[in-house]
């Protein structure tokens, strides 16, 4: 128990760098993710052909292999990355986004056909008519599956440990092979940081969909 | 024009037939149809519909269900696309696709048989969102006119509400509101009274009748045969995906020429 305490620092600098790859990660697999779904439901057919290729690989491919493209098969191809977060930041987004891909669509198909045209009745085009009308009411509706997206993809910030970022999971190999005799405490304190950005995030998806709820 | 003295309600009363009646060969038509056709897979749901209204002119389309009515109503905004003929609108072809298609569907007004008001904006934003976003309206100035069309329709009090909250009827004159904020140049009006209940019925069809008296050329799907006889100019008879028969509600109500029309308004008027 003393050795969790003494490697409080140690385990602040792990906490942070997750929560940092899962917020930037996050909030560009969202922007990401949407503008995919609005792909996906394109009036242009090969948008949509596009838009599920990339969803069908993306999300069928483990997301070490993901990472494994962009760490060692990006270089080759002549996109050079620094080390260290980036290449995290864009593995969990190709992978994450293609989950909130879905999570999004799903929501709009939950969208009544009459809401479109009834937009595109009084003269709005089909981007106008995704962004002003159909998204804000799709996007309500997913609040629970996209936490349950978020939550995964915070977990799975563990991946990039093996990619020479030292988040939580890296900090806890670290701990554990300094601290043999507390394995056990430390691993648990590295639980309660996971803990620590996911049920916040619950509760925060809770708050949110009650604020925007609204009945049809 | 003619219009704004006569009372085309009024005229409808009349035993002569009116002069709009047979504007076949009114080269002003607002809207014309020629040798329009429409297929769902098998079925061809428009067969050879040559239709023209003129402007000012209130034109009621009824027939049983599956004639093919609502479908026609639809392809003049291009909500449903047609496989042959054409489809004009004060004089221009009604584009394919993308941005000129927009901008001719804000010169039609459309209200649907399920209101289809945006269920996340208030009643208000529910009327200024097309004048905003499509006209480039000031946000004052539209809501202005949303106001002002909100107390036409009798629903101003309600202008902070959510759709929801609102009863059908409500609804359904808010959608009036929200097709009349974007100054169209035809309403067209898709079994507006068929998803509301009886008591609701009238408030929306007063609405429909004033706009009438105001000049505002109307194209109307319904079943109200009363509203057809107060606030038509002529009725249109469809049957299988064909137009069977025309003339102004008088004559088509007390003497339909084609059997087809006869047998159905003897099953709809027996009751």
């Known amino acids: 128990m003393s050795a969790l305490i003494e490697e409080l620092p140690r385990l602040w600098e792990g906490f942070q760098l997750t929560l940092f790859l899962a917020v930037v990660s996050g909030a560009l697999s969202l922007v990401l993710g949407t ?45 050079i990355l620094p080390l260290g977060t980036t290449p995290a930041i864009i593995a969990l987004t190709a992978y994450t986004s293609a989950f909130v891909c879905e999570a999004v669509r799903s929501g709009i198909n939950s969208v009544g056909v009459g809401q479109a045209e009834a937009a595109r009745a009084i003269g709005l085009g089909t981007v106008a008519t995704l962004r002003l009308v159909v998204l804000p009411q799709a996007l ?20 990039a440990a093996g990619f020479t970022v030292v988040e939580l999971t890296s900090t806890s190999r670290g701990l554990a092979r300094d601290n043999p005799a507390d394995v056990l405490a430390l691993l648990a304190g590295v639980a309660v940081c996971y803990l620590l950005i996911t049920i916040p995030a619950g509760l925060l998806a809770g708050r949110i969909e009650r604020k925007v709820v609204f009945s049809r | 024009m003619a219009y704004e003295t006569n009372v085309p309600y ?56 599956g004639s093919g009515k609502s479908t026609l109503c639809r392809a003049i905004n291009r909500l449903e696309t047609i496989d042959s003929g054409t489809i004009e609108l004060d004089g221009r072809r009604l584009p394919e696709e993308g941005k000129a298609l927009a901008t001719l569907r804000a010169d039609v007004g459309m209200v649907f048989q399920s209101f289809n008001l945006f269920a996340h904006k208030t009643v208000l934003e529910n009327v200024t969102l097309g004048p905003v976003r499509v006209k480039g309206t000031r946000a004052a100035e539209a809501k202005e ?12 009090s309600q202008a902070g509400k959510m759709p929801a909250q609102l009863s059908g009827g409500q609804q359904q004159r808010v959608a009036i509101a929200r097709a009349l904020a974007m100054k169209p140049k035809v309403m067209l009006f898709d079994e507006p009274t068929s998803a ?3 008591e609701m019925i009238n408030e929306v069809l007063d609405v429909m009748v004033a706009l009438a008296k105001d000049g505002m050329t109307m194209i109307v799907v319904t079943h109200e045969m009363g509203f057809a006889r107060r606030a038509a100019d002529r009725v249109v008879f469809m049957a299988d995906g064909q137009i069977v028969e025309e003339a102004d509600p008088e004559t088509f109500f007390t003497n339909p020429r084609s059997e087809r029309a006869q047998d159905f308004l003897s099953k709809i008027l027996t009751h």
Not at chain 1, 40 to 59: D, G, I, M, N
Not at chain 1, 140 to 159: E, F
Not at chain 2, 15 to 27: E, M, Q
């Open chain 1, 35 to 79: 503008v995919l779904a609005a792909l996906r439901v394109a009036p242009l057919k090969s948008l949509r052909v596009f838009a599920a290729a990339y969803v069908e690989v993306a999300r069928n491919t483990p997301l070490t292999l993901v990472f494994v493209f962009v760490v060692f098969v990006l270089p080759t191809l002549g996109l």
């Open chain 2, 196 to 198: 509301l209940d009886p």
């Open chain 1, 140 to 159: 309500r509706t997913v609040v629970p599956p996209l936490i349950n997206v978020l939550i995964a993809l915070t977990k799975n910030t563990s991946v």
């Open chain 2, 145 to 156: 006119l949303a106001m002002s069309l909100l107390e036409r329709v009798g629903v101003d």
């Open chain 2, 10 to 65: 009024l005229q409808g009363m009349d035993d002569t037939p009116l002069s709009r009646s047979d504007a076949g060969a009114d080269a002003s038509a607002l809207v014309r149809l020629t040798k329009v056709n429409k297929h769902f897979g098998a079925l061809h749901v428009l067969k050879d519909i040559d239709l023209e209204v003129a402007r000012g002119e209130v034109v009621v389309v009824i027939g049983p269900s």
